[in-house]
């Protein structure tokens, strides 16, 4: 991100959401993206997916900045390149569990048996295993947030943008969320920006940046 800036308009007020942030995220960084309610993290993450432009400022991606992009090829690129963890989950009501975590593998024909296995494999490691026939409306908001998690992860994007992915999850299944992220990032080098205000969630990501009111109030890389 490039001097970006943020200001929502609607017809009286105006509202600047992100302040001239610049960041740069190397490939495969866990990035966590702490703040208090309404500091920006959404919004920040909604630029970063292309899902929103800036008004001022550029958001690159691989280099290629998102804003030179026809909508057709913005929306190749989010397809290829971007897995998305919504702070609402937006299952599909009308298809189960397993069905809700196979349909982006459908989208490339992957949906093999291979696909199928790798999708069992993550809902079981999230505590799902038991729950693959479900409707979403037979499962809790935590479980739903945790098949939304899987199905972000299955097609191996390269980036996954995660708002608030343990928000009503307890600590144990928080955990077990947590480790899949970053086992994910270590082992299919997929860089994630994770967006949450519990700074105890920072422990396993390699960096975690601080916002308040909309600008980097701290950037802190962990070692290990
Ligand atoms: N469409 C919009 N129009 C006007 N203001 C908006 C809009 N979307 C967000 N905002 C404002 O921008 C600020 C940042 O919102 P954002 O959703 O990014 O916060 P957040 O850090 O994700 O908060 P939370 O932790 O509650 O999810 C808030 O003050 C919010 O009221
Ligand atoms: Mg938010």
């Given at each position: 991100m490039d001097q970006v800036w943020k200001v929502y308009r609607s017809k009286e007020i105006e509202y600047t959401a992100v302040k001239g942030i610049s960041l740069t995220v190397e490939k495969g960084e866990f990035v966590t993206i702490l703040g208090a309610s309404g500091s920006g993290k959404t919004t920040l993450l909604d630029l970063i997916g292309t899902l929103d432009s800036p008004t001022?400022?550029?958001?690159?991606?691989?280099?290629?900045?998102?804003?030179?992009?026809?909508?057709?090829?913005?929306?190749?690129?989010?397809?290829?390149?971007?897995?998305?963890?919504f702070q609402s989950y937006n299952l599909?009501?009308?298809?189960?569990?397993?069905?809700?975590?196979?349909?982006?593998?459908m989208v490339y024909g992957k949906d093999n048996e291979q696909g199928i296995e790798l999708a069992k494999k993550l809902l079981t490691e999230v505590g799902l295993g038991e729950k693959m026939r479900k409707k979403p409306n037979e499962l809790s908001g935590g479980e739903q947030q945790r098949v939304a998690i899987v199905r972000a992860l299955i097609n191996k994007p390269p980036i996954l943008l995660a708002d608030e992915p343990t928000g009503n999850l307890d600590s144990k299944t928080s955990e077990d969320v947590l480790r899949l992220l970053a086992r994910m990032s270590k082992e299919e080098n997929i860089t994630v920006l994770m967006a949450t205000h519990d700074p105890d969630l920072t422990k396993l990501s390699d960096r975690s940046i601080y916002i308040k009111d909309g600008q980097i109030e701290k950037d802190v890389r962990m070692r290990r």
């Open positions: 001022k400022g550029k958001v690159l991606i691989d280099g290629v900045d998102a804003s030179s992009l026809s909508d057709r090829k913005l929306s190749l690129l989010r397809n290829e390149k971007i897995g998305f963890v599909v009501p009308y298809l189960n569990v397993l069905e809700n975590v196979i349909l982006p593998l």
